[in-house]
């Protein structure tokens, strides 16, 4: 009887380890893997920008200011009001590059879809 309690709390504990490890690792998944993905593929369209780096001050060559801004716009799904699920085809990921010269400043704003890794642009100025 012992030998059968004890292995049951064996197996509840291991249980409990496994779920909440896999709990904790997909919570701290972090966001910004895509931004080197967003910011590669928008890189392609501008040449003339340096090589920007994610999360990365803004980079100054001969009186242009090159920047990036990256959004996360998760779809959320409330579960109980206690958790929000975060998946890559629930959220929708924007990377905006920004040249500033001067007093004007040009954005190309682009959407990333992460299933086929693309970028598509949504608004320019």
């Keep these: 009887?012992?030998?059968l309690l004890f292995i049951s709390l064996l197996i509840l504990v291991l249980v409990g380890c496994?779920?909440?490890?896999?709990?904790?690792?997909?919570e701290s998944q972090p966001w910004h893997n895509y931004n080197v993905e967003m910011l590669k593929k928008a890189l392609v369209h501008h040449p003339d920008f340096p090589n920007l780096q994610p999360?990365?001050?803004p980079v100054?060559?001969?009186?242009?200011?090159y920047s990036s801004k990256f959004d996360?716009?998760?779809?959320?799904?409330d579960v109980s009001d206690k958790q929000i699920e975060r998946e890559v085809?629930?959220?929708?990921?924007?990377?905006?590059l920004i040249k500033e010269q001067g007093n004007d400043t040009s954005y190309w704003k682009y959407q990333y879809f992460p299933l086929n890794d693309e970028v598509i642009l949504v608004d320019l100025d």
Excluded: C
């Design 18 to 26: 496994s779920s909440s490890h896999k709990k904790s690792s997909e």
């Design 60 to 65: 100054e060559r001969e009186g242009i200011i």
């Design 72 to 77: 996360i716009i998760p779809h959320q799904q």
């Design 1 to 3: 009887m012992k030998k």
């Design 55 to 57: 999360d990365e001050k």
């Design 89 to 96: 085809t629930s959220a929708s990921y924007f990377i905006t």
